[in-house]
């Protein structure tokens, strides 16, 4: 690896671990600005109580001790007992919804990858027919709808009026919906993306070379085409996985699927500082992490990328 | 040789190169040459004039147009009101057979003035579950939806047009420094921080603003447009910090100054028309997503407070009553994918007339 493309890893991976510090310090005083602090709205405590309770969180040291300590066990994943769901730590809340999470983001994000290149490339080949025309239509209409709207309309549609899925997504079955919800719009965004990239590595010099000295088409298309056209599609990845991750937000609470989305939902409106802290330092480290490994994967794979 | 004689042997040189041919006076087929084929059109003009061949882009528009007219003018005269639950008319009983109804229905109240012969105007689209006529609302909502949007645009090219033109103009450390500062705004996941400032500012900022004029536009509005002025502004600042710093490169500006021209000349007649064009768009491109971001919001109940209503809050109140009215969900749902549709669709073909460098 040539030295220039090791400096330009070595200072994407400083600002990501700069953006990740950034996020857990903005987490924690965006936090304590909230008025009264995180025991308000709590059925009525003595003064005694409410001393008691500070003292066993920590809160009545001073702010700047209070920032380290919560640095520290940041670090060590230790972000405390959930405030509100009694007897149960944060993280174990987190890996639980994880668990869930991560098998509906990867399914999605599979089919997302797969479908967009194989109908992006369908389009390109076949360009200026019927074919292309449908699913340039189809794609513009799914990049404009909100992924609630179309998780609600989804649900309307295949739940509610016919039945033909579950509308409850704690059951294989009933995650069939959300993955599709959540694959829709990368889906979608993949296909242009691969179309246009296609379009602009056919009308490239190599490929007439290639046609000339009687490369078959197959050859050409995988070989020659796809490959390079699939550039583009790698530095899409990175923001791909992040749509996911804040879509299942919203999806997981259309279709009640037990992930970590709808823990992170449900601790903003029911105020549970802790689990709204960790899960944001969770969720945000995961997609700052795949933005940096999308984007390094990008310059690696191809040489001809300028890095300044 | 000296100068002097240099100078002289030009002049020589000049004196016979004079061809008599090209005092003779010009036959009619030269005229021919000078007529103008057409008049001389500006760069406005000429975008306009390509904007409106883009079939996709000139229908996306009058959609907009039309939406947002309706938006505003359609309250005024409707006889209903948003937030006027209809069953509930002062010094009498609660009146329920207002609530839940189907588009086109009346209550009993309305069915016996009908049956009187008396007109009453019919709720289009029904009413909700608190007897609110559901037409207005969705209007009324399009209404909320586009002002946030719009708004929420503005703030963004202010901030990202002064930030962007101090970092390009000053240069040198400034430019370092607010060109990190933008780095870690722009790596930062913003609907999860987004969605951590609106809960937190929602709690924060109801208690300030009672009594102040702002409390009328409600406090999770605010908040929205505190959000997009902190962490939306990045994209504009380093789209016209690359402007200002390229376009001050270019040839032209270089000749123009050569030429003579004063610094506000250069920068009336070469850098602000390539300029604004593409800030423009961007703007323009700005208002769909933030749309969006409204919307995401008020359906995590982080959005408008109640009882305003706007397409996202509409769409979210609508999951509980799903299975017995389903077209409360897909009205809002198919305006808003209609306004954002519309938005990009009309936001590429501007790109597409004006900036005639991004095609290749």
Known sequence: MNPKTLKYILKRIVLAIFTIWVVITLTFFIMHAVPGGPFVGEKAVTPQVQKA?????????????????????????????????????????????????????????????????????????RRNTVLDRVIMVITTAFVSMPSFIMGSLLLVA??????????????????????????LYPMSYITRLTRSSMLDVLGQDYIRTAKAKGVSRTNIIFKHALKNALIPVITYLGPELAYITTGSLVVEQIFAVPGIGRAFVNSITNRDYTLIMGTTIVLATFIVIMNLVSDIMYKVVDPRINLE | MTEGSKVNENIKNLSMQVNLDDFIP???????????????????????????????????FYIIVIITLAAIFVPMFWPYKYEMMLGMQPGKPVDATFNNLKPFEYSTTEQALRDQGQSVFPHIFGTDSAGRDYFIRVVYGTRISLAVGFFASIIVLVIGLLVGSVSGYAGGKVDMVIMRIVDIIYSLPDMLMVILLASVLKMTLASKLEGTPLAKIGSNIISLFIIFALLYWVSMARLVRGQILSLREQEYVLAAQAAGAKGSWVIRKHLLPNCVSVIVISTALQIP???????????????????????????????NGLSSYPYRLVIPAIVISLIVLSLNLFGDGLRDAFDPKLNG
């Open chain 1, 53 to 125: 309770m500070e003292a066993k969180y920590g809160l009545d040291k001073p702010l700047f001790q209070q920032y380290l300590t919560y640095l520290t066990d940041v670090c060590r994943l230790r972000f405390g007992p959930s405030l509100k769901q009694r007897g149960r730590m944060v993280i174990d809340i987190i890996g639980d919804g994880l668990k869930t999470s991560a098998k509906l983001g990867v399914i999605a994000a599979a089919i997302a990858t797969v479908l967009g290149v194989i109908l992006g490339s369908f389009a390109a080949l």
């Open chain 1, 158 to 183: 295949f739940a509610v009026r016919s039945h033909i899925f579950p509308a409850n997504g704690s059951t294989p079955a009933g995650l069939v919906l959300p993955v599709i919800t959540l694959m």
């Open chain 2, 26 to 60: 010009a036959t009619a087929e030269e005229k021919e040459y000078m007529v103008q084929m057409r008049p001389s059109t500006t760069a406005f003009k000429d975008g306009i004039r390509r904007l409106r061949k883009n079939k996709v882009a000139m229908v996306s």
């Open chain 2, 289 to 319: 997503s933030a749309i969006f971001t409204e919307s995401y919001l008020s359906f995590l109940g982080l959005g408008v407070n109640a009882p305003m209503p706007s397409l996202g809050s509409l769409a979210s109140d609508a999951l």
